[in-house]
């Protein structure tokens, strides 16, 4: 079966690309593994994020603030095509500090964020504690003072996925589940895999299958050096207390229940809940808001990031074969709109841009020569 490119791994990052290169005019193949794989696209949760990501890394900063500006054309576009709304909502966010250590830190990457924006600017404010008072009522008395950006957000990352599959499919391109790719055989720009579901060929490919990346880029000539980090998330029962923006680690969902998550363990490929940190998570929350203590936990679960050596994005090109591309990421959400709207554009081209060389595995030194 023969298209202009294949794309394997259908969660967030291999959906995004996969319809941008619909949107492009290229025939693609979107190639998945069944329900029981690991997909960090069905277990995160749900923030479109700028603040705090890139420190030491201002083209990731960059990149980052490029997807969130798109996310809202994004949203449309889904919308418009799909009928689904992904539930966007860009109020700006703030990060809640518990301690004047907590405050100070903050405080420090923040001015070093805007620092390194340059000319790029970096608009962001640390509130004291009767500022944020004012921002979000209810606050505990713990909380001595927050960062803000008008940047952040936060979305229905199911209904992103859902809606970025069917945009694909309505744009032509063939979704193809129960396909985890088994062989392959790459020269330049004529790549062969197997799966399951049959043999597919195209002069494109794209590798986007999260952690499966690890073990497909050698077969193409790239490195992908990713390993998993468990995040664990609850969910309270809805309630009528609203809160009026997104903090790094609580959200309300339009639904009216709130997420309370963001840990990262470095315990492999274990999905396991544990009472410990599901308890940190739990007391975080209701020092930030007592009224939060009141409520219900109604489900909780665990996923796997995707992360890189440096937590940064991957994005490659083989030498070897010219062709195929690795992209990786740990902020799939918030880069919905990157991967569709600037990634997938460079793939359709044939190369990657020359700014996207800060992202490539080379940088890891330990790296063999690829
Ligand atoms: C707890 C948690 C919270 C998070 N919070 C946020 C957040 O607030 N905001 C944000 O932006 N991001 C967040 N993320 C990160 C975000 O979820 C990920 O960056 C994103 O989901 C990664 O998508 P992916 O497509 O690369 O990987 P995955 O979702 O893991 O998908 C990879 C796909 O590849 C398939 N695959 C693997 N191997 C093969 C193979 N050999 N052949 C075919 N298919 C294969 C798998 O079946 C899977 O469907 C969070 C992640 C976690 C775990």
Redesign the pocket.
């Known amino acids: 079966m023969a298209f202009d490119a294949i794309v394997?791994?259908?969660?967030?990052?291999?959906s995004a690309i996969a319809w941008g290169l619909q949107r492009e005019g290229l025939k693609a193949v979107l190639?998945?593994?069944g329900d029981l794989?690991?997909?960090?696209?069905?277990?995160?949760?749900?923030?479109?994020?700028v603040q705090s990501k890139g420190l030491g890394a201002p083209h990731y900063q960059r990149w980052t603030r490029a997807s969130a500006e798109a996310w809202g054309s994004l949203a449309d576009e889904l919308q418009a095509s799909t009928g689904l709304a992904c539930g966007l909502q860009q109020t700006g966010g703030v990060h809640l500090c518990l301690s004047d250590h907590e405050y100070e830190d903050r405080a420090d990457r923040m001015a070093r964020m805007k620092q390194e924006a340059g000319n790029h600017g970096y608009d962001y404010r640390m509130l004291d504690a009767r500022e944020v008072r004012n921002m979000l009522p209810g606050l505990g008395e713990r909380v001595v003072g927050a960062s803000w950006t008008p940047y952040d957000g936060h979305a229905n990352?199911l209904n992103l996925l859902h809606a970025l599959h069917r945009a694909f499919v309505e744009a032509g391109g063939r979704y193809v589940p129960e396909?985890?790719?088994t062989a392959a055989h790459a020269a330049p720009r004529d790549f062969r895999v197997s799966t399951p579901a049959g043999d597919f060929a195209a002069p494109r490919i794209v590798l986007?299958?999260?952690?499966?990346n690890a073990a497909?880029a050698p077969l193409f000539g790239l490195h992908a050096p990713v390993r998993p980090q468990r995040?664990q998330?609850l969910v309270t029962e809805r309630t009528r207390e609203a809160l009026p923006m997104p903090t790094t680690s609580i959200r309300q969902t339009d639904d009216g229940t709130l997420l309370l998550?963001d840990s990262q363990e470095e315990v492999g490929l274990d999905l396991h809940q544990t009472q410990d940190v599901m308890a940190a998570i739990a007391q975080r929350a209701a020092w930030s808001f007592p009224w939060i203590a009141r409520l219900n936990i109604i489900r909780a679960w665990s996923?796997?990031?995707?992360m890189a050596p440096d937590g940064l994005p991957i994005y490659d090109e083989s030498e070897t074969c010219p062709g195929a591309f690795t992209a990786?990421?740990?902020?799939?959400?918030?880069?919905a709109a990157a991967h569709a709207r600037l990634f997938a554009p460079m793939v359709a081209r044939g190369a990657l841009d020359s700014g996207m060389v800060a992202f490539s595995a080379r940088r890891f030194p330990s790296q063999p020569a690829i």
Not at 37 to 49: I, Q, Y
Not at 303 to 306: G, P
Request: aromatic letters at 6%.
């Open positions: 394997i791994g259908g969660g967030l990052v291999g190639l998945d593994e794989a690991f997909r960090a696209s069905r277990g995160n949760f749900g923030l479109v994020w990352p396909s985890g790719v986007a299958a999260g952690l499966g497909l995040g998330i998550g996923a796997l990031r995707v990786n990421c740990h902020s799939g959400v918030t880069l």
